[in-house]
Nanobody, 126 residues
Framework: QVQLRESGGGLVQTGDSLRLSCTAS????????MGWFRQPLGREREFVAS????????DVEDSVRGRFFISRDNAKNTVILQMNRLKPEDTAVYYC???????????????????WGQGTQVTVSS
């Protein structure tokens, strides 16, 4: 089990950038694949991006590909979501999550992510 804490959310304007960080504690960070998810108000939680244990493999949702980038630093127990050219539809609570599995074929399903942070709000004004 690992404890996760997100930071970096806030209120920005369309076209701005934000860098979300998620720091892990209480476990061996490199044992976990990491994911970012988001939940817009009144909607279900949805996948944004994920990264394998080593960081060599990433997966990004189509709607944010080319704008959002995921990376990790295992020495710092941190996973980053760099969000560029933000749009109002990116407004949501963003969560990081940890999974002991990372599917080599297809997207790792949300039920594999057993540990979650408390979330950080991102609001993009038009």
């Amino acid at each position: 089990q690992v404890q996760l804490r997100e930071s970096g959310g806030g209120l920005v304007q369309t076209g701005d950038s934000l860098r979300l960080s998620c720091t892990a504690s209480g476990g061996t960070f490199s044992d976990y694949a990491m994911g970012w998810f988001r939940q817009p108000l009144g909607r279900e939680r949805e996948f944004v991006a994920s990264i394998s244990w080593s960081g060599r493999v990433t997966d990004v949702e189509d709607s944010v590909r080319g704008r959002f980038f995921i990376s990790r630093d295992n020495a710092k127990n941190t996973v980053i979501l760099q969000m560029n050219r933000l749009k109002p539809e990116d407004t949501a609570v963003y969560y990081c999550a940890a999974s002991p599995k990372y599917y080599s074929s297809g997207r790792t399903p949300i039920y594999e992510y057993g540990d979650w942070g408390q979330g950080t709000q991102v609001t993009v004004s038009s």
